[in-house]
């Protein structure tokens, strides 16, 4: 097991690495693609095979393809690569860089003082997962279902695109701009008029 | 000290870091997406390091609770990403401003 960890652990760490230091869209994305299946390497290892190919399937599958229609959809290219290296110059991301490193100095430091002991890995088979998740957790399964229904939900309305509406009616007010514009005069017909003229 | 529980929680925050320094520096919406998953995925690996030290499964439920939350999110916000560009016509974080004073 500690071989395949560290192995994979180094390969994780230098691709996220890649990951925020590409300039071009797709690059970081399959960096990404990569740290995510190193991270289901270290799941494998830690003994957690079903979280292992859920990583996989989730992550690097559905994911990655989720960003990569964005990148396609927005056309992003070599133009936004080159403002990106525009963008990250090195006074911009030393301060931030420094400032989390001290961070990260801290976490380790906490993390190595304390007692050490050699931790046995056994491996916790889907099965035990299940009757977990469907016993105990059921609630917090059903709430997930919500809040999975309340993103297709947002994501729908939030992605779709507004025509201007055509009827005379609906553009009034339906923007700032258009609420500004003087509405055009429209003569008024009223019942009795129509049944006058016929 | 090789095989200790220490081990996993150090990669795990080192990921967590390396997705802190990319939502800091980037300007570009994608990109500071792209790092906000790799915190997600980096909290989801502590959970699973708990989870195999104590072998509790536990641990794997989080992080199934982790993933559903993650490509929830994820999904409202590249819809968000999508309607800013056609919106704005540009991918950087600064120009959003109109709630601003």
Known sequence: MSTLFY?????????????????????ALLYLAVSFLSVGMIFLSLGAPFVAALEIIVYAGAIIVLFIFVVMMLNLGQETAQQEKEWLKPKVWVVPSALVLVLLAEMLLLLFTGSQQVMQVS??????????????????????????????????????????????FLQNGDTEKEKAMPVREQEVISNEQTVLHD | MTDSANMVLMVATVLFALGLVGVLTRKNVVFMLISVEVMLNAAGM????????????????????????????????????????????????????????
């Open chain 1, 7 to 27: 192995i994979s652990s180094i390969v994780a760490i230098a691709s996220t690495i890649m990951v925020i230091t590409r300039y071009h869209p797709v690059h």
């Open chain 1, 123 to 168: 491996q916790v088979d889907p099965r035990k997962v299940a009757l977990s998740l469907y016993g105990e957790y059921i609630i917090a399964v059903e709430l997930i279902g919500f809040l999975l229904m309340a993103g297709i939900v947002g994501a729908a309305h939030i992605g779709k695109h507004r025509k201007p509406s055509l009827h005379r």
């Open chain 2, 46 to 101: 502590a959970f699973i390091a708990a989870g195999s030290k104590w072998q509790q499964p536990d641990g794997q439920v989080m992080f199934l609770f982790i993933l559903a939350m993650a490509a929830a999110e994820v999904s409202v916000g590249l819809a968000l990403v999508l309607q800013i560009y056609h919106q704005h016509k540009t991918m950087d974080v600064e120009d959003l401003k109109e709630l601003k004073d």
